[in-house]
């Protein structure tokens, strides 16, 4: 007989490896230099795992986007036959123990309770592979599954409206994901990476990964920050003689109303804030 599968965030691989690179960013922050999720990482999701060969499949499915769904049908038959090579027995004797590690180091409700981007497609990917090991599941729930993971991929990459005044591309850095940023800042020596940041850019990141779970909290910690900046730029703007600069400025204090919009912080809001903080020193710098 068919069966309908639940899914199961604890057991999903793709979420197990996001929410310990998570975990590694908040021990740092925390002072634990030898956070036990760098020790778990390594242990569990290196290229000899069936851990980490299972993650990489996941990867794949979230990260790669087609135009058409015919590609993405193609990608997906491919992993799916990447994924039958790999040991199940193995596999789960190494989450298993993963799990376990977990539960020893961390309080379980607290490490599941944040918030997953793409939770839907995470879930969609874990029943996927499930189904190839489970005679009896679900052919509709497969189904269903299969076509979220197409559409996903198929997604189209529409381009945001550019925002950002010239001034701040001349100060942006190369765009990275917030989180990743803080896992690399951390396994290629983080802390001398981490000592570039300002007080405000390290009171944010910390905000960030605190508050990863709490919308609110996080919201109302950047909307107060959009007012200390406009107050900071303000002071700064009748200091620019430069009457180009004043424009370009002028412009950005405006842009600044679009990090407060919306009930959820995006990843994106955050990045951009963290740029206004660097743009900041940078004016300090030039007109003392």
């Known amino acids: 007989m068919a069966q309908r599968v639940k899914h199961s965030k604890i057991k999903n691989t793709g979420i197990l490896f996001e929410l310990l690179s998570r975990q590694i960013t908040v021990d740092i922050m925390n002072g634990d230099e030898k956070s036990k999720s760098v020790e778990m990482l390594k242990k569990f999701f290196n290229e000899s795992t069936e851990l980490g060969k299972e993650n990489q499949l996941y990867q794949v ?3 790669e986007n087609y135009n058409s769904s015919r590609k993405a049908e193609k990608l997906v038959d491919a992993v799916i ?5 790999l040991q199940n027995k193995k596999l789960r004797t190494e989450k298993y123990n993963l ?4 539960k020893e180091n961390y309080t379980v409700e607290d490490f599941f309770r944040a918030r997953i ?3 839907k497609v995470y879930a969609s990917i874990y029943k996927k592979f499930l189904s190839e090991t489970t005679p009896t599941f679900d052919p509709v729930d ?3 599954s299969t076509f979220s993971i197409i559409e996903h991929i198929t997604r189209n990459k529409v381009k945001s409206k550019n925002t950002d005044s010239q001034v701040i ?5 190369e765009d990275k994901d917030l989180r990743l940023l803080s896992y690399q800042l951390m396994v290629d020596n983080f802390n001398g990476k981490y000592k ?3 007080s405000m850019q390290r009171n944010l990141l910390k905000e960030y990964v605190n508050n990863i779970s709490n919308t609110n909290s996080l919201r109302e910690f950047i909307n107060n920050e959009v007012v200390k900046i406009k107050q900071i730029l303000n002071k700064i703007l009748p200091r620019v003689t430069d009457n180009i600069t004043k424009i370009k400025l002028t412009e950005a204090i405006k842009q600044t109303t679009n990090l407060s919009k919306g009930k959820i912080v995006k990843d994106k809001q955050v990045v951009a804030l963290m740029r206004y903080y660097e743009l900041i020193k940078e004016l300090h710098n030039v007109t003392g």
């Open 61 to 63: 499915l979230l990260k």
């Open 81 to 85: 036959k990447t994924r039958e090579k």
């Open 99 to 102: 799990i376990k590690e977990i």
């Open 117 to 119: 981007p793409n939770f």
């Open 142 to 144: 497969e189904v269903d």
């Open 169 to 173: 591309s001349e100060f942006k850095k």
């Open 196 to 198: 570039n940041l300002n």
